[in-house]
């Protein structure tokens, strides 16, 4: 059986990353479509990196006063340096064409219209405290490559160069089908002891609404009856990129998903994999590259299964270059010696700075230790201890 990287791999490998681009004005949280290119030099000319007086090397004396001739403010044409004498100057102004350096105003002694330098500025070398021209980027060079989630630092960079409007991928549009004839919503009766409430909707749903690269187009329910099902995965498949289904993907007589997902396209690339908990998933693709994973109905199972195979899978789809899962790692506290033959997704609490905790879990029916946990961790099969080991955060 593949392990849950292979397993990822191999299914990216089928699938169709969305198509459609977009002008979008609130791009944050999107990914971008195209490169962005700088329109100018960045800095657009030399500029003074602090508050203090444009100078030549030539005046560096501490023995005399030097008069101070004029003044470069940031937002104004810089003026030009007389023969005799220093330029007050403000951080991000236009150093002066001859300026050959600037002093900080507090390695000099300031008094009416004149500075002396102090023995702390002696040692200024040419060009200290300028930014020059272009040291950020050359005009017409590319400053953000298509393909990156767009962040708050993104957002700082296109606004330099004025480029606000982006063309960014269509969000992955994604359908949730959850399935199971004991499995409602119990709005006014609590539900029979039978029955339970449909919390695999409510943690996908949860996980999908966080990045805006996403899409959730429907959550619907399909009871356990193989033409339901069929045609809710038919429709489902029409208007999204993506489906997402819960429950029905083991070995047991109404477990319909492997068997529904074969009939209306789908090439299985795996079904069960050295995984705990969620060793009944199955990951498939339609061949116009549409992603179909079923997580198995358990809800820990579901939450995690989602979270570490859905989510980088639709990642690759949205465009992004990056999509793997880079997580972080932790150490365990408490990790206890307890070993499985299997890739043992264990949910933890993070306690400090690179620290979790196992939570106790009864195992992955236990919804109480879910609500419990930050995240959890993977150990590769037969592995025990402190780590560090990669730890995948709820958010
Ligand atoms: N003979 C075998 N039986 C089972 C195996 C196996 O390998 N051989 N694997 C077990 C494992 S591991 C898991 S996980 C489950 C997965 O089963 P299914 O995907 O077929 O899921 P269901 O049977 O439909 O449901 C399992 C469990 O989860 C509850 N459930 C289902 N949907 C929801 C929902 N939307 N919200 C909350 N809870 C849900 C359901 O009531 C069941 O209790 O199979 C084992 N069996
Ligand atoms: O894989 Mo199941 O989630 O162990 O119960």
């Known amino acids: 059986m593949k392990n849950p990287a292979e397993a990822i791999r191999e299914l990216a490998n089928q699938l169709a990353v969305v198509k459609a681009r977009l002008n979008a004005d609130d791009c ?33 004396s501490d023995q005399n006063t030097v ?20 330029v007050r100057i403000f951080t991000g102004a236009i150093v002066p064409d001859q300026c050959e350096a600037v002093v900080k105003r507090e390695d000099t002694e300031e008094s009416d219209g004149s500075i002396r330098f102090r023995q702390s500025a002696m040692q200024t070398q040419a060009g200290d405290n300028i930014r ?18 767009i962040t708050a630092a993104h957002r700082a960079t296109m606004a330099n160069f004025g480029a606000d409007r982006v063309s960014v991928f269509a969000p992955v549009r994604v359908t949730v089908i959850t399935t199971g004839d004991e499995v409602g919503k119990f709005d006014d009766a609590a ?14 749903a949860s996980l999908l609404s966080q990045p805006a690269w996403i899409k959730h187009v429907a959550s619907v329910h399909a009871v356990d009856d193989r033409e339901q099902l069929a045609q809710t995965l038919t429709t489902a498949l029409t208007d999204s990129d993506a489906v997402i289904l819960t429950g029905g993907v083991s070995m047991g007589d109404y477990d319909y998903v492997p068997e529904i ?22 990951g498939a693709a339609t061949a116009d590259g549409k992603l179909i994973v079923g ?7 579901a939450t995690i299964g989602c979270h570490r195979f859905a989510m980088p899978l639709l990642a690759k789809m949205s465009g992004q270059k990056n999509w793997r899962s880079n997580c972080p790692v932790v150490h365990l506290s408490n990790a206890g010696s307890k070993t499985i033959p299997l890739h043992w997704m264990r949910l933890v609490r993070l306690i400090d700075h690179g620290v979790a905790e196992p939570v106790q879990s009864l195992g992955s029916g236990d919804l109480v230790s879910l609500g419990q946990s930050t995240g959890y961790v993977e150990l590769p099969p037969g592995e025990t201890g402190n780590g560090p080991w990669p730890y995948y955060a709820w958010s």
Do not use: C
Request: hydrophobic share 40%; net charge neutral; proline share 9%.
């Open 67 to 86: 008069a101070v001739t004029g003044e470069a403010a940031a937002g104004e044409k810089p003026p030009s340096m007389q023969s005799d004498g220093v």
């Open 132 to 149: 020059r021209a272009g040291e950020n980027a050359k005009g017409g060079s590319t400053v953000l490559s298509a393909g990156v989630r």
């Open 295 to 301: 997580l198995p109905g358990n809800p820990v199972s």
């Open 191 to 204: 539900p029979q002891p039978w029955q339970l409430r449909n919390s695999n909707q409510s943690s996908i």
């Open 28 to 60: 944050t949280g999107r990914v971008l479509a195209d490169d962005v290119v700088a329109d100018r030099d960045s800095p657009a000319a030399d500029v003074s990196a602090m508050d203090g007086y444009a100078i030549r090397l030539a005046d560096l």
């Open 261 to 282: 997902v074969r009939q209306v396209g789908g090439e299985v690339v795996f079904h069960g994999l050295p995984v705990r908990p969620g060793k009944p998933i199955l």
